[in-house]
């Protein structure tokens, strides 16, 4: 077949994720992997003296030569994609084409293909999160003091500091990425047990050879560096595609929230932070002024593409009829590649955000001037109730302080809290004008967040080094 972008391709064909993603999940990788498994098993029957040394040869000299076009006019004729690709092979391998597949059923070659493709893909996933989180780290490190407004409800809450929050998303990166780890360390294929999986083919091959089928696939699986279920229907269990997507789901989740903050940050409201832009870069084909944050939106599009293949993968664990039905099939040629192609491309751009990331320190130091004093308010009240001050009646005091202020800001007036509170009569029997104006000062009342930030960004580079 020969695809145009005169007919629909899927953007995750060209657009979206990155070549080297697109290039494990495509079908000409997967046929490779069917003949490496192939040659595998031809090999352990051989040792079983099944199988001659010539014909495990021959299958090795032609493992390489994927002729997709002819496997799709024997496919046409006889409708199973796997047996069209036995035809393909034997019709090269004229010596030990006779062989292939001998003793197996599809799921013996296609589910263990799967899941060598899954940690290949694990591994592509974990390196460039790797490399995401090293670039939060960095970024940490360098504004792990650099005080701005926190936010609770939308609403201005406490002074932070921008490393600190940036913390607060490589923290969760950082879970997702042991998560993956250890999803990666635990993946395990169908190994060969052929159509319900109780080897029954297998032992009836192997009578009389002194191989016994468990034998046969600890060879196998071996040879693949991937070990097997001890116990499988027709396929490996279904559940582990459901901890796949999981786990990517849990990625998708981390970016989301972080690049949906970044929008809320980008609005000219907070504008503290922004994605790059590029020079000619066009916002808007009708209001030329815009610099709409388009990859934060990116990512937030896809991570609801991602956790939607999650719900697929638990469909198909779920609903796996008996020893196996079918219905998974169409399903999972696609659902496996695009959550993991999504996640490639989530991770790329965030990656890209995280290493141009714009910082409005003017904005930042605006929304501190304008709304920290409120925060600050807390601080006066501790000191003057360590004076003595009853707390009680000093609190209804500053909070009809605080919103007398907060009415003029709202006007866009200047805060005149600073002033209003160093001159009133009530708390100058606790504190001093200047002690007052000090305490209200809200850039130095981010208690150990720039320690935390510090520390953390060090835990990610330990983690991620091992």
Same mark, same amino acid.
């Given at each position: 077949?020969? *695809? ?60 390489? !030569? &994927?002729? /997709? ?8 004729? &006889? ?29 013996? /070659? ?18 460039? @999160? ?9 970024? &940490? =490190? ?5 005080? &701005? ?5 939308? !609403? +201005? ?31 395990? %294929? ?6 319900? %999986? ?11 050879? $002194?191989?016994? +089928? ?12 991937? +070990? ?14 459901? !901890? ?20 809320? @940050? !980008? ?15 066009? %916002? ?8 709409? +944050? ?45 959550? *993991? ?5 989530? /991770? ?5 955000? /995280?290493?141009? @990331?714009?910082?409005?320190? =003017? ?8 709304? %920290? ?7 006066? @009240?501790?000191?003057? $109730? ?5 707390? =009680? ?62 520390? *953390? ?10």
């Amino acid at each position: 077949m020969h *695809f145009t972008h005169e007919e629909f391709l899927s953007p995750f064909t060209w657009r979206y994720g990155t070549h080297d993603m697109r290039a494990i999940w495509s079908e000409a990788h997967k046929r490779r992997v069917w003949r490496r498994i192939w040659v595998e098993l031809a090999r352990a029957e051989q040792a079983a003296g099944l199988v001659t040394a010539e014909q495990v040869a021959d299958l090795e000299a032609h493992a390489e !030569q &994927i002729d /997709i076009a002819r496997a799709e006019e024997i496919e046409a004729d &006889i409708q199973h994609d796997l047996m069209a690709e036995v035809r393909t092979y034997a019709e090269q391998a004229t010596v030990g084409g006779g062989v292939i597949h001998l003793g197996a059923t599809s799921a013996d /070659i296609e589910d263990n293909a799967d899941v060598i493709r899954t940690r290949e893909s694990l591994d592509l996933t974990l390196a460039a @999160l790797g490399k995401l989180l090293r670039c939060f780290a960095e970024l &940490i =490190q360098q504004v792990a003091d650099a005080p &701005i407004m926190a936010f609770t409800h939308i !609403q +201005p809450a406490e002074p932070t500091t921008m490393g600190y929050r940036l913390s607060l998303y490589a923290q969760d990166l950082l879970d997702d990425y042991c998560l993956l780890r250890t999803t990666r360390r635990n993946l395990r %294929g169908k190994g060969l047990k052929g159509a319900v %999986g109780t080897s029954a083919s297998y032992g009836e091959l192997l009578k009389n050879t $002194g191989m016994t +089928p468990a034998d046969l696939e600890a060879r196998v699986m071996a040879a693949l560096d991937l +070990p097997p279920y001890p116990v499988a229907s027709q396929t490996y269990p279904r559940k582990q595609d459901w !901890q796949v997507t999981s786990a990517l789901a849990g990625v998708a989740g981390s970016l989301y929230k972080f690049a949906f903050d970044l929008r809320v @940050l !980008q609005s000219p409201v907070i504008d503290e932070w922004h994605e790059p832009f590029g020079r000619l870069q066009v %916002g808007s084909s009708a209001m030329p002024f815009k610099r709409n +944050p388009i990859n934060a939106e990116k990512i937030d599009s896809l991570g609801r593409l991602v956790v939607a293949m999650e719900r697929v993968a638990w469909d198909n664990a779920s609903h796996s009829l008996l020893e196996r039905t079918l219905d998974d099939s169409a399903n999972r040629r696609e659902m496996l590649p695009i959550a *993991f192609l999504a996640t490639n491309e989530m /991770i790329r751009v965030t990656t890209r955000i /995280i290493s141009g @990331l714009r910082i409005d320190e =003017q904005a930042a130091q605006r929304n501190l001037d304008r709304f %920290g004093a409120f925060a600050a308010v807390e601080r006066v @009240l501790m000191a003057a $109730g360590k004076a003595g001050a009853n707390r =009680q009646e000093l609190h209804e005091h500053l909070r009809e302080h605080s919103l007398a202020a907060w009415a003029k800001v709202a006007n866009g007036e200047p805060n005149p809290l600073v002033e209003s509170l160093a001159n009133s009569p009530t708390l100058a029997h606790y504190l001093a004008p200047d002690e007052i104006r000090a305490l209200l000062d809200a850039s130095a009342y981010v208690g150990d967040a720039p320690t935390r930030a510090r520390q *953390f960004a060090a835990q990610i580079l330990e983690t991620i080094a091992d």
